[in-house]
């Protein structure tokens, strides 16, 4: 069974500009979650969403924003960007609702905002 | 809101010795906790959890058991090898909240043959 692919896996943006990440989760899994790795912050909750519906949001700005498909395929996108969103941004795909459920992790796409 | 306190090391060992990472945590209710590791280059690979008081979690010789009245998850091993060089991240999750997985801040650990 293929696991959670994250494309891209690099990306280097400027500042102002607005970029958009995609998940695509486990076969058959219906929640997807985001997650922004830093060194600083270090692994931080973005959002979750289960068939299609956003079902939980960390404490991040409107300037995250994220989607779900029919398909189970996620995009999240970044407006503005700024220098501090450089990080690595994770997403895990589950059977059901995370928590209740083994989360898979992708291997990441790394973003580097100049 | 919750929060995962773990040791961030680097913690430096000699293959064959014992490892004891700490983790405690804070959450509402009862959480379920789980440790992930991240080895170089790659995402995060679920290594063990435990969902209520008590349980213990085991994989790959790792351990942890939920302690309720100590509210911690230490992650324990008898002997490590080279191979488990690796950050190693607690976790907790108590469900219905805005907090998904709330991570500690990751354990890098390092094994010298």
């Known amino acids: 069974k293929a696991g959670v692919t994250q494309t891209p896996r690099y990306l280097i943006k400027t500042r102002g500009q607005q970029v958009t990440l995609s998940c695509s989760p486990i076969s058959g899994h219906r929640s997807v979650s985001w997650y922004q790795q830093t060194p600083g912050q270090g692994l931080q909750f973005l959002f979750e969403y289960f068939s299609e519906t956003q079902r939980n949001k960390g404490n991040f700005p409107g300037r995250f924003s994220g989607r779900q498909f029919s398909n189970s395929r996620s995009e999240m996108n970044v407006s503005t960007l700024e220098l501090g969103d450089s990080a690595l941004y994770l997403c895990?795909?589950?059977?059901?609702?995370?928590?209740?459920?083994?989360?898979?992790f992708g291997p990441g796409t790394r973003l580097t905002v100049l | 809101g919750n929060s995962v306190t773990q040791m961030e090391g680097p913690v430096t060992l000699s293959e064959e010795a014992f490892l004891t990472i700490n983790c405690t945590y804070t959450a509402t209710g009862y959480p379920s906790l789980f440790w992930y590791v991240q080895y170089p280059g790659e995402g995060l690979q679920l290594l063990l959890k435990?969902?209520?008081?008590?349980d213990k979690g085991s994989n790959k010789g790792f351990e942890a058991t939920y302690r309720k009245e100590t509210t911690s998850f230490h992650l324990e091993k008898g002997s490590v090898q080279v191979s488990d060089s690796a950050v190693y991240f607690c976790a907790s999750y108590s469900g219905g909240g805005a907090d998904g997985l709330t991570f500690g801040k990751g354990t890098h650990l390092i094994i010298q043959p």
């Open positions: 895990a795909s589950s059977l059901r609702l995370a928590g209740t459920d083994t989360q898979y």
């Open positions: 435990a969902t209520k008081a008590d």
